[in-house]
């Protein structure tokens, strides 16, 4: 039972256009949502996270949008960029009092190509 | 540098051997995670320590067997694996289970299992 999923396996994307990658969830336990970014050979790095109690964040070029009703979160890169090209992982953290506190989900992933 | 340390980073093995993999962090974090990567398949976590204390083990073969000596170090031990086991096994850190900002990950170990 996959509770993060990223239903699209890859998203290509012109440069200087906006890039949104998606993300749904299933458990309705998640206090914290976050997008991790990888480049070949080496390990994930965070980017960016939203509490379950907002919305909307935003830093820079990159804002993430969650709507609870939906289970529904999404990565917008406005402009896009080639060296934002990598793998997208979003990941949903377990809440306070729940058997899964503190750990993350992570979806499958989505490959992110920006062609110059 | 990351600040959590991974080696080897590329491990060929085969079916009987023993091996292990090491990971080590100096952020003063209290929480150490083992994930496996497997192709088109999400982050798979194996394996969870807060304060040198394993917390979960996710029905993970025992095969695949941790130490962690101490906060900064932990290992997986390797042993009679299976080609399926080949994958990525990346090494993680928080500053504690309940860390709001995620997670601090290694580059990982590319593992082929032959």
């Known amino acids: 039972d996959q509770q993060v999923k990223q239903n699209s396996p890859s998203l290509s994307v012109q440069e200087g256009r906006i890039s949104i990658l998606n993300c749904d969830y299933t458990n309705s336990m998640f206090d914290y949502f976050l997008w991790y970014k990888k480049y070949p050979a080496e390990g994930p790095t965070f980017l960016i996270s939203?509490?379950?109690?907002?919305d909307k964040n935003e830093d820079g070029r990159f804002t993430v949008f969650l709507n609870k009703s939906a289970k529904h979160l999404s990565l917008h890169i406005v402009p896009s960029q080639p060296g934002d090209s990598a793998v997208y992982f979003c990941?949903?953290?377990?809440?306070?009092?729940?058997?899964?506190?503190?750990?993350?989900?992570f979806g499958q992933g989505t490959i992110l190509t920006v062609h110059p | 540098e990351t600040g959590v340390t991974q080696t080897p980073r590329h491990l060929v093995m085969g079916m009987t051997n023993k091996k292990s993999l090491k990971c080590e962090q100096h952020?003063?974090?209290?929480?150490m995670y083992w994930y496996k990567q497997s192709a088109k398949k999400p982050l798979e976590l194996m394996f969870v320590?807060?304060?040198?204390?394993?917390?979960e083990n996710n029905s993970v073969p025992s095969r695949f067997s941790p130490e962690c000596p101490n906060s900064s170090h932990l290992f997986l031990h390797l042993h009679t694996l299976q080609p399926e086991d080949s994958a990525l096994y990346l090494c993680?850190?928080?500053?504690?289970?309940?860390?709001?900002?995620?997670?601090?990950f290694g580059s990982g170990t590319r593992l082929t299992v032959v």
């Open positions: 939203i509490s379950s109690i907002k």
């Open positions: 320590y807060s304060l040198e204390e394993r917390v």
């Open positions: 993680a850190s928080s500053q504690d289970i309940g860390a709001s900002y995620g997670y601090t």
């Open positions: 990941a949903a953290r377990g809440e306070a009092g729940g058997t899964s506190y503190g750990k993350l989900t």
């Open positions: 952020l003063g974090h209290n929480a």
